[in-house]
């Protein structure tokens, strides 16, 4: 069996990534993909926590002409359907799976406190990290640097809709350059948005490395968990 780099991570996964070719919603045939890499990692003995965003339902920042705390909580919202269809998708795989939101729902999911993910993650439960931060004008990148410095994950991995960070836009810019490892320091510097700036300065902070890379393929998960990727490693 291929072996993990990686002892804890922390995986942010986009809302848009769950939509798959729909673009809205949840696709269950994207989902169970993602899921299916999620088991080959989980199988390696890694301790896998996500945040997940909402991106497929409603971006704070979407809500023109909202009140921005207002459409950023609707937002969180957003994050918790899409962490009760993981959590459906992974524990149909026979794998122990807790959801855990910023913002208090106990009915469906448990309130997150630092100790008891931990204590999940050490007991081989996948954790999802629902929510947030649970406070508005924050993304879901700074959640997982947040929830990552906590937990102490080894890394974040960045699943997102670009296979890596660019000198500039490239699909604006045909003369844009990939970079395989840049410091956050450079990307603070150069305002290199792939990751929210906040997210960047608070792995910066508590020197957490972080990897970016395409989700385009859900085998792109266990390629970076085995050091393989061939997206852009974010360090100190």
Known sequence: ME???????LLKLSGEALAGKKGFGIDSDTV???????????????Q?????????????RDGEGMDRSTADHMGMLGTVINALALQDAIEKRNISTR???AIPMDRICEPYIRRKAVANLEKNDIVIFACGTGNPF????TAAALRAAEIDADIILFAKNIDGIYSDDPNKNPDAVKYDTISYHEVLKKKLAAIDLTATS?????????????????QNIVEAVMGKSTGTYIAK
């Open 138 to 141: 924050f993304s879901t990148d």
């Open 202 to 218: 608070l792995c910066l902070d508590n020197e957490m490395p972080s990897l970016l890379f395409a989700l385009e393929k859900p």
């Open 48 to 60: 896998i926590a996500l945040v997940v965003g909402a991106g497929n339902f409603f971006r704070g």
């Open 3 to 9: 072996k993990s780099k990686y002892k804890r991570i």
């Open 32 to 46: 169970n993909g993602i899921v299916d890499s999620l088991e080959q990692v989980y199988k390696m003995g890694v």
């Open 99 to 101: 959801v855990m939101t």
